[in-house]
């Protein structure tokens, strides 16, 4: 069964790069697609953006400017680099998996992180 | 963006009756070439991450009860829980995966009455 474990500092301060890291277990790396997705404290859920195994990306237009998602094969994990964030930022932060198929394209979040509460406050 | 509403934002539903929850997107999720709904229903709990409980619109994820059913296309979703039981006390999110960017909507809480 594959678990997705995150990791990251829990408090920003405005301006800074937020970084998380998450890492992948007892599963395959490749043949899906690796997201991140957020949720402000009392409300819904945004994607932000996600990887392939190959580095292939796509992300949120809203967050685009400010956003890198990166992957590292070697030790199966993706990362999340958000910079100049400020307080608008602060959320619960969730990695996750997203299904892949080569016809149908990518699909529904099947598996997810415990998720990291990112402050940022100064 | 495809805009996801959901209806009601919360309900209370007694112990072993129906909870019924809608889900409006603001453009069409069914892709034709397939004829497949690319809308995704998921539970979440305090504290929690959300778990994924239905894609395709009605097809349910392996462990999830019969008593979560999803049915709709195109434009308008609803989720059942025929018989609620006190554990599915949560929020429920709808998102589809349609186009970038993935969207949800903004949840609907269910409680008992």
């Known amino acids: 069964q594959v678990q997705l474990q995150q990791w990251g500092a829990g408090l920003w301060q405005p301006s800074e790069t937020l970084s998380l890291t998450c890492a992948v277990y007892?599963?395959?790396?490749?043949?899906?697609?690796w997201s991140w997705i957020r949720q402000p404290p009392g409300k819904g859920l945004e994607w932000i953006g996600e990887?392939?195994?190959?580095?292939?990306?796509n992300y949120n237009p809203s967050l685009k400017s400010r956003v890198t998602i990166s992957v590292d094969m070697s030790k199966n994990q993706f990362s999340l680099r958000l910079n100049s964030v400020t307080a608008a930022d602060t959320a619960v932060y969730f990695c996750?998996?997203?299904?892949?198929?080569?016809?149908?394209?990518?699909?529904?979040?099947?598996?997810w992180g415990q998720g990291t509460l990112v402050t940022v406050s100064s | 963006d495809i805009v996801m509403t959901q209806s009601p934002d919360s309900l209370a539903v007694s112990l072993g009756e129906r909870a019924t929850i809608n889900c409006k997107s603001s453009?069409?999720?069914?892709?034709?070439?397939?004829?497949?709904?690319?809308l995704a229903w998921y539970q979440q709990k305090p504290g929690h991450p959300p778990k994924l409980l239905i894609y395709?619109?009605?097809a349910r994820d392996s462990g999830v009860p019969d008593r979560f059913s999803g049915s709709g296309s195109g434009t308008d979703f609803t989720l059942t829980i025929s018989g609620l039981q006190a554990e599915d006390v949560a929020v429920y999110y709808c998102?589809?995966?349609?186009?970038?960017?993935?969207?949800f909507g903004q949840g609907t809480k269910v409680e008992i009455k």
């Open positions: 996750a998996r997203a299904v892949y198929n080569y016809g149908a394209g990518i699909l529904h979040f099947d598996n």
């Open positions: 007892g599963g395959s790396f490749s043949g899906y697609y």
């Open positions: 990887v392939n195994h190959r580095g292939s990306t």
């Open positions: 453009q069409s999720v069914l892709y034709r070439s397939n004829n497949k709904n690319y």
């Open positions: 395709w619109a009605s």
């Open positions: 998102q589809q995966y349609y186009s970038t960017p993935k969207t």
